[in-house]
């Protein structure tokens, strides 16, 4: 413990970190550059909800399963919450840099891939394969980032402006989808990233300053591999669960297995002397509950946005690109709160400003937990509201308590834990809410199908998602298709209803947990700047 002091205790540490030709003086070039990071983290997360408002399209055109459509969601957010602490480990080793650019040209390959796919389990493996990309990016750019606004202040609001724009590409992925969906065929979601990370590659190369930490420590590829596969495991039973069997011993033993992992991986990097993962971080309460935070909230906002689109397509029946419309409100606002929130937290502290924002989400869930299949868009429209202003009310002040928390000689694996708390909370919110409402719509639309003589095909088809049980239901027609297209969205709603009370309830437990323990300021730094802020 002793030399990590002396470590950290050093006051040249900014001038070890070489920033290519950038001066601290010229604002116009960091705004450049946060606006290049900015449009980079706008792709990467966009491209996380950009495939909502398709999952019709790709029922329609792959014939995939409620369980495959949570895979081509999930796939890119697993890999990419799995190789994390990875990527931002080897952006601290090799430069941030070139890593973040490496990683835009395999999103980039990745992304082509997608769109040509002609088979679920094709399109499953690109998504991977683009959340590789993913991985090496998103560390990089709020690591990058750091070093460049090094004054508290002007970190705080550009990390408000990256926020806004991590929790904009959220946000806005309907209304991108939709409007590509109404022009061209469903593969054109993940084509538009190609010519975007392009122009982002090259803006980097000729703008985007380079840095690393000179002294790293050696990497760490059993914390790597265990880091991979505990989250993928765990979120393989979770998606597999209601399509197994709650009780099938598979299923027990994947979930099992995924804690098992991730407490191997808990008392190995507390014993090793290059951990990947710097548990010393989560001493600090401002770390800790400030990273739970955002990952409940992302939790909240993923899960909600995953069944939101479902609903407004196949309940309310709209389009893509009108569903798109429908959901901006959670974008727009989510935007102008999250880009506001440093001046909230001046005036009233980290701590009020995080629990009322995860208090409106609580309510903008409760209120979408009382839907029904006669409810209309104005009934939704409340919660888009609060899950919005919620949202934007949280990721900020959360991010710079972590991000504040942390030395700047470990940003890299400081950004990569924020971000892998982002991801695992994105991932779990579309795994469990999905989960939970497959679950009760599966139980429910058997139950009601129990009255029905229907072939065994037909009935599993509806029963595998409501896309499938809408499409048998306008081969059949007449009075029989109208009654199974009825009974199926009162299946779904019913799920949603379970999904999203479940999802409310955890988030005001968050609130409580924010509330009781998260501080309500930065603590006034004595000494050195450049320690951890506990």
Known sequence: ???????????????????????????????????????????????????????????????ATS?????????????????????????????????????????????????????????????????????????????ILTNVFTEPRDRARAIGLWSGTNGLGLAIGPVVGGWLLTHFWWGSVFLI?????????????????????PVAKRPDPFGALLSLFGPALLLWGIIEGPTRGWGSKLILAAIIGAFVIVGVLVFFERRTSHPLLELSFFHSRRFSVAIGGLGLTIFALSGGLFLLTQYLQFCLGYSAFQTGLRIAPIAFVLLVVAALSPLAVRYLGTKI????????????????????????????????????????????????????????????????????????GSALGVAVLGSLLNTRYQADIARLLGHYSL????????????????????????????????????????????????????????????????????????????????
Not at 6 to 11: E, W
Not at 32 to 41: E, G, P, Q, R, Y
Not at 403 to 422: C, E, F, H, K
Not at 491 to 517: D, E, H, Q, R
Request: glycine letters at 10%; a positive charge.
């Open 353 to 424: 400003v995080v629990f009322a924002g995860m208090v409106l989400i609580t309510i903008g869930l409760a209120l979408l937990a009382a839907v029904t299949i006669h409810s209309t868009y104005a009934n939704a429209l409340p919660s888009f509201f609060l899950m919005g202003i919620g949202s934007g009310l949280c990721v900020a002040p959360c991010t710079e308590s972590v991000m504040g928390s942390v030395p700047i000689d470990l940003s890299g694996v400081g950004s990569a834990t924020n971000s892998t708390a982002l991801q695992i």
């Open 1 to 63: 413990m002793s030399s990590k002091k002396s470590l950290l205790a050093r006051d040249d540490w900014p001038h070890q970190y070489a920033l290519d030709s950038l001066e601290a003086g010229a604002p116009s070039r960091r705004g450049l550059i946060l606006a290049v990071l900015s449009l980079t983290v706008l792709i990467i997360n966009l491209d996380g909800t950009v495939l909502n408002v398709a999952l019709p399209s790709i029922v329609a055109s792959l014939h």
């Open 67 to 143: 369980s495959q459509l949570q895979w081509i969601v999930d796939a890119y957010i697993i890999v990419l919450a799995g190789l994390l602490l990875i990527a931002g480990s080897l952006g601290d080793h090799v430069g941030r840099k070139w890593v973040f650019i490496g990683g835009l040209i395999i999103f980039a390959v990745g992304s082509g891939a997608s769109a040509f796919a002609t088979s679920p389990d094709k399109l499953i493996m690109a998504r991977s394969f683009m959340g590789i990309g993913a991985a090496a990016v998103m560390p990089s750019t709020l690591s």
């Open 193 to 213: 990233n190609v010519p975007i990370a392009a122009v982002a590659c090259l803006a980097a190369v000729l703008i985007v300053p380079d840095s690393k930490n």
């Open 455 to 534: 072939p065994t095909s037909i009935a599993k088809t509806s029963e595998g998602s409501l896309g499938g049980a809408l499409e048998v239901a306008r081969r059949i027609g007449g009075n029989l298709g109208a009654q199974l297209g009825t009974t199926a969205r009162q299946s779904f709603i019913s799920g949603m209803t379970f999904a999203v009370t479940v999802g409310a309830i955890i988030a005001g437990a968050a609130a409580c947990v924010v509330m009781v323990l998260l501080p309500a300021r930065a603590p006034k730094p004595s000494g050195s700047t450049k320690t951890p802020q506990a």
